[in-house]
């Protein structure tokens, strides 16, 4: 039977226990991390992508994508605190619903992680080239060398993003000699990103030039663009929603927290409305300021953002200061109102602060194999130690060589599509996995119950299929083909080489009642 393997919860959990990780994080720690992870290139960057797929509707997109990330996050809480351990929606879709789905979970991790990256690199090179080159330099990178072919045919100008793939290389680099971020440098980090937006929010809402008629239209290309588009609030949530990527991985980080069954939950849904409010009032500043509204087609619908045909338009006099057409959107807006020092400070900050996003998304990437490889499904040279630096070299080289290869010739909006794609996916596993253990494990403690389960569950799955019906055709491709792939890789390697397959399961050996696990 292809899906005959399932690994029981006691099983993953004594083998979380005998291969633990120490455990420090509480709940504020928590919490700080999952806005460090959150806060990045989706506010920083994506806002420009968001306002060209919706107008003024980005503030509706943002609510949109919100909402859906909170009913996840409270899924996600409830089977956080039942099994503190690290892989994410891979581990408990494998306790679950069996190795082959937990295999196409990871899979679609690998897609999200590494993309991400990618995606980051990207927006950092946006403020580099804007801020630090331009504004006080005075160096203009030439467009071959600044950007990538905006679109799969190639567009005039770009050839490769050389600053993402310098950034890319360089985290590598310090990840494979152990360099990572400690408590107290996260949290400086994440003060500068949160003291940046808060400026920002102070500074465009109090503005002479915020006019409530640059809201209208409020929704200039609807609220559904139509199947395949990527356009309309409901294109722009499925883009945006790029921009609360990262909140799972508090998740990944159960096994190294203090009172997981607690403090996971508070630093999920803590993280999650935090950044919501925050997105809002962005978004609201930039549009009230400077306008949003999308460069239109000929057709009366607004050009794919990251197209050869946008960056047309943004090249003529018109468009040159739209928010639409920016590669760093929030110094943009600051710098047009006349708060030119603010906004390069504010390119400073995401200069400073993407780089640790990045370090995070590629180490989160490298922890999804780790997982993987301990359960056999991957091969135990993708987590073989250094052994002067005693860090997972190998694969986190082939992990950033990929991540610099999508960052050198892709723009930010693809990338986060085809994230959103894989992390979507995820997501929707991880509500029907808790939906099953409520059946299944009726009487299994859980720390963290659900409200409205019933509820609550649906919304989630149905909310993930709804953005990833709305992402742009190209994005939906990339899912199925990517997990093609996976599959053959499956069934010729890790269904032969699973250590559950071959009985290798680690059970407590100190619980003399335990009950057996079938085929072991």
């Not at 891979?90 to 990256?117: D, K, S």
């Not at 360099?179 to 996260?186: H, I, L, Q, R």
């Not at 780089?355 to 590629?362: C, K, R, Y």
């Not at 301990?374 to 992990?399: F, N, Q, Y």
Request: glycine share 10%; charged share 10%.
């Amino acid at each position: 039977m292809i899906l005959d393997r399932v690994k029981p919860l006691d099983a993953i959990l004594a083998t979380a226990e005998k291969k633990s990780l120490h455990r420090t994080l509480g709940w504020f720690q928590l919490t700080l991390f999952g806005i460090g992870c959150v806060i990045g290139t989706g506010i920083f960057v994506l806002t420009a992508a968001g306002a060209q797929k919706a107008g003024p509707g980005l503030m509706l997109a943002f609510v949109i994508a919100g909402l859906i990330c909170i009913v996840a996050a409270l899924c996600y809480a409830e089977i956080a605190s039942m099994a503190p351990v690290a892989g994410s929606a891979y581990t408990y879709t494998y306790a679950v619903m069996g190795e082959i789905l937990a295999w196409t979970v990871g899979w679609a991790l690998v897609l999200e992680y590494a993309v991400a990256a990618s995606a980051v690199s990207v927006g950092w090179s946006g403020y580099f080239s804007g801020t630090i080159l331009n504004e006080f330099l005075g160096v203009q990178l030439p467009p071959w060398l600044a950007a990538g072919p905006l679109a799969l045919g190639g567009a005039p100008g770009g050839f490769i993003n050389l600053p993402a793939v310098l950034i890319a290389l360089l985290v590598t680099a310090l990840l494979v000699r152990g360099t990572s971020e400690s408590a107290k440098v996260n949290a400086v980090l994440v003060g500068i990103k949160v003291l940046a937006l808060t400026a920002f929010v102070i500074l465009t809402l109090s503005s002479a030039q915020f006019d409530m008629a640059k809201f209208n239209p409020f929704l200039p290309a609807g609220v559904f663009g139509g199947f395949g588009t990527g356009v309309g609030a409901v294109g722009a949530a499925a883009t945006i929603f790029f921009a609360y990527v990262g909140f799972d991985a508090v998740s990944t980080a159960a096994e190294e927290t203090k009172n997981p069954q607690r403090n996971v939950p508070i630093g999920l849904i803590g993280s999650l409305l935090f950044c919501t409010i925050v997105y809002i009032l962005v978004a609201a500043g930039a549009v009230g300021t400077i306008g949003g509204q999308p460069v239109m087609g000929p057709n009366g619908v607004p050009f794919p953002a990251g197209s050869e045909e946008l960056a047309r338009q943004c090249a003529l006099p018109q468009y040159a200061d739209a928010l639409v057409c920016s590669n760093e959107a929030l110094a943009h807006v600051l710098r047009q109102i006349g708060f030119g020092a603010v906004g390069n400070m504010l390119g400073i900050a995401a200069f400073l602060a993407l780089p640790s996003v990045i370090l995070v998304l590629i180490f989160g990437q490298t922890r999804i194999f780790f997982v993987m490889s301990r359960d056999g499904l991957l091969p135990d040279v993708l987590s073989r130690v250094h052994p002067k630096w005693k860090t997972p070299h190998i694969v986190t080289m082939a992990t950033g060589a990929a991540v610099a290869f999508a960052a050198a010739f892709l723009p930010v909006g693809q990338l986060a599509d085809i994230a959103n794609a894989g992390t979507l996916y995820a997501f929707m596993m991880v509500a029907v996995a808790v939906l099953i253990l409520r059946r299944t494990e009726k009487n299994r403690h859980r720390p963290f119950k659900t409200p409205l389960i019933w509820l609550v569950a649906p919304a989630t799955i149905a909310g993930c299929l709804f953005l990833f019906f709305n992402l742009p055709s190209a994005a939906m491709l990339v899912l199925p083909v990517w997990g093609a792939v996976g599959m053959v890789i499956y069934f010729l390697y890790s269904r032969s080489h699973s250590h559950l397959g071959r009985g290798l399961v680690e059970v407590h050996e100190d619980d003399p009642d335990a009950p057996p696990v079938p085929g072991v």
